[in-house]
Structure formats: structure tokens, C-alpha cells
């Protein structure tokens, strides 16, 4: 399939609906959609992006112990939801052997269609880090704030 725009389209207007796609979530509850998303772009972003998104899942309603415990990749501070979440998300963002094992227990939580979701937010959350990245602008690192006060950001296992 070829996609074609039109020149007279703002560029601005790609970027929306880009960032709409982002917000896909059907049948996934909103703290593993969020867990997913958060440790995609903490894989991609050392600070303002990451930022966004923490923002954005305390505004819908992941609590900040949820948030906070996604960023620091501590899994026993997760529930068993977020936790689901967070697996799936980084065995396929380090190309993990044991993705399938993630990817099945996702299947058997919300269907097919939950791995969708889980897909979906995974790959558009790294969408805009990757493009600041390739275009010159991902020159700021910073710490992320959850709930007032600053959370170290572990991007790997120890």
C-alpha cells in the first residue's frame, strides 16, 4: 500500500495523526498500556519525552507508585497487571529470547486485540524520541519527576 499526502497538508497535521495512533488502547486497563509505553520510551529518551508520558499516565490515572515503580524497573513494587505490561514491553524492546513466553501471557490476559494495544503503544512511543534522535534535538537528558519529587530512571537490569 502507497501513502500519499498532499503537499498543501502541514507537516504539523502528519505529527497529530501520528500521535493519535499512540493513543490506541482498546482493551488493555490503562496501567500495563501505560507500563508498556513508559518502558518503550525510556528505552529511546533520557528525559523529556519520558517526562510527557509520566505526565500523561498520572493525569489519566496510573498511580505515581505504578509510574515510579515502571521507571526504576522494580517489578515487585508492580501489581500483577502493570507488571504484564512491563515484561512484554521490555522482552521486545531488547529483542528478549523469552518474548514469546510475554507475548502468550498477554494473549491469554486481553486477546489478540490486547496485543495490539500493547504493540501499538510500544511502537509509537518510540516514534517521536527515535525522530529528535535522526533530526539533531535529543540533546537534553534530565531527571523525571513523579508526584513532586525526582525518580532515577534504570534503563537496564543490573
Same mark, same amino acid.
Given at each position: 500500500?502507497?501513502?500519499t499526502h498532499s503537499l498543501?497538508?502541514?507537516?504539523? @497535521?502528519?505529527? @497529530?495523526?501520528? *500521535? *493519535? ?14 507500563? *508498556?509505553?513508559? +518502558?518503550?520510551? #525510556? ?6 519525552? +519520558? ?10 490515572g496510573m498511580p505515581g ?5 515502571? !521507571?526504576? #524497573?522494580?517489578? @515487585? %513494587? &508492580?501489581? %500483577?497487571? +502493570?507488571?504484564l505490561g512491563f515484561r ?24 489478540? $486485540?490486547?496485543?495490539?494495544?500493547? +504493540?501499538?503503544? !510500544?511502537? &509509537?512511543?518510540? &516514534?517521536?524520541? &527515535?525522530? $529528535? ?5 535529543? $540533546? ?14 534504570? $534503563?537496564?537490569? %543490573?
Amino acid at each position: 500500500m502507497v501513502v500519499t499526502h498532499s503537499l498543501r497538508e502541514p507537516p504539523g @497535521s502528519r505529527f @497529530s495523526r501520528a *500521535a *493519535a495512533l499512540g493513543q490506541f488502547r482498546r482493551n488493555v486497563p490503562l496501567e500495563p498500556w501505560f507500563a *508498556a509505553g513508559l +518502558t518503550a520510551i #525510556r528505552h529511546e529518551d533520557c528525559g523529556p519525552c +519520558t517526562q510527557l508520558v509520566v505526565d500523561q499516565a498520572l493525569e489519566a490515572g496510573m498511580p505515581g507508585d505504578q509510574v515510579e515503580a515502571v !521507571l526504576r #524497573r522494580n517489578t @515487585s %513494587a &508492580m501489581s %500483577a497487571a +502493570t507488571v504484564l505490561g512491563f515484561r512484554f514491553a521490555d522482552a521486545v524492546v531488547r529483542r528478549s529470547a523469552n518474548d514469546d513466553e510475554y507475548r502468550e501471557a498477554v494473549r491469554a490476559q486481553w486477546g489478540d $486485540k490486547g496485543v495490539v494495544d500493547l +504493540t501499538m503503544v !510500544l511502537q &509509537m512511543s518510540r &516514534m517521536f524520541p &527515535m525522530l $529528535k534522535a535522526a533530526l539533531g534535538y535529543a $540533546k537534553e537528558c534530565r531527571r523525571v519527576i513523579v508526584d513532586g519529587h525526582d525518580v532515577d530512571v534504570i $534503563k537496564q537490569a %543490573a
